[in-house]
């Protein structure tokens, strides 16, 4: 059997590569993706739309396979998964932007599905997914139906969810997409923490530099490639980075290219607290 290159690693892509289709209609959505995380990171995968980063977050879950290239997620190489099942639901959490929740059944039971047939007794499992509903802030609304809570709420269920077999590994889609910035910023606040307290290692696809700086390390791709890597450092810094590859930033360097239009929100944010600061 091959071992991986660091077996002390989370995850690890050697060469992916995802080609959907075929001759001339053929999409590159992922080419040669080497990618290393450790043991509790919390990560951001940033990048225009169509770059690659839901299939690469795809392949982390063993929810599609790799064209080419490994894919090992603690200690397993999935293209040798004896049961694909079982790995998903007892490594791997998935948190998507649409919530998936079952919209007949109660919070709590949302959050007691993952565990059937893996965790001990039906009070066993009620019981974990009461804890775990009120590590979310959710044990008052345990009873509640998906659609008598907020979408915030909501967020925080398939959380809850996501970590009912708790993973090694949580992978997020646009987490906050769906949501106002208030509740966005909770539920940021929630994956830091568990983070933090659990070492749950973390993967967030978003296009929101502001979800991307509460990680550790943020991720750029660009036509199926990973072209950028860095650690989380200054916050300045970081402004600076998320403006320098903003649209913004895109037009400044070439004015000819693109015309000057209107700047988005996310870029006015950024503007505005550099230049707050740079006032103090
Ligand atoms: P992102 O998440 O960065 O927006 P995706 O990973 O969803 O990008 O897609 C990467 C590329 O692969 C895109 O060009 C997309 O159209 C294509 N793609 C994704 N899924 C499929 C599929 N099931 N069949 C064909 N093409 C796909």
Known sequence: MTVPAMSDLLIETIHLDKVYGSGETAVHALDDVNLA?????????MGPSGCGKSTLLNMLGALDQPTDGEVWVAGENLAKLKNVDDFRASTVGFVFQLHNLLPTLSALENVEVPMQGRVGSGKERRDRAMHLLTLVGLGPRAKHLPNQLSGGQRQRIAIARALANNP???????????????SGEEILELLGELNRSE???????????????????ILRMQDGSIVEDHRVSDPLEEDLRALAFSKLGEIILDPDDAPMQEITPEEELILRKLIERLRR
């Open 199 to 217: 070492g749950t290692t973390i993967a967030v696809v978003t296009h929101d530099p502001r979800v991307a700086q509460a990680t550790q390390r």
């Open 168 to 182: 090694k590994l949580v992978l997020a889609d646009e987490p906050t997409g769906s949501l106002d910035s208030q």
């Open 37 to 45: 995380v450790a043991p509790g990171e919390f990560i951001a995968i």
